[in-house]
């Protein structure tokens, strides 16, 4: 996906600026224009999916233990 990705990136010239959109974050990444190895892109890729994942668990986490000590919330 990755280099998919790279091939995309270079045939548009994708450039990065300010007011730059895309439809993924690995592309908004390539079009930074840092030199940056597919296994460093991977790894940066992963690492917000398991932070979005673990941020949403502790809030979650904690809305139910709040939930918990108020019946009436939880009848409601």
């Excluded at 992963?46 to 108020?70: K, Q």
Aim: hydrophobic share 45%; net charge negative.
């Amino acid at each position: 996906m990755v280099a998919r990705c790279k091939q995309l990136v270079d045939a548009e010239g994708a450039e990065f600026s300010e007011d730059y959109t895309s439809n993924s974050m690995l592309h908004f990444l390539l079009a930074s224009g840092q030199d940056i190895s597919s296994r460093a892109l991977r790894d940066d890729l992963m690492t917000l999916l398991i932070a979005g994942h673990e941020t949403t668990a502790a809030a979650l986490t904690w809305a139910l233990h709040l939930l918990a000590g108020s019946p009436g919330a939880v009848a409601r």
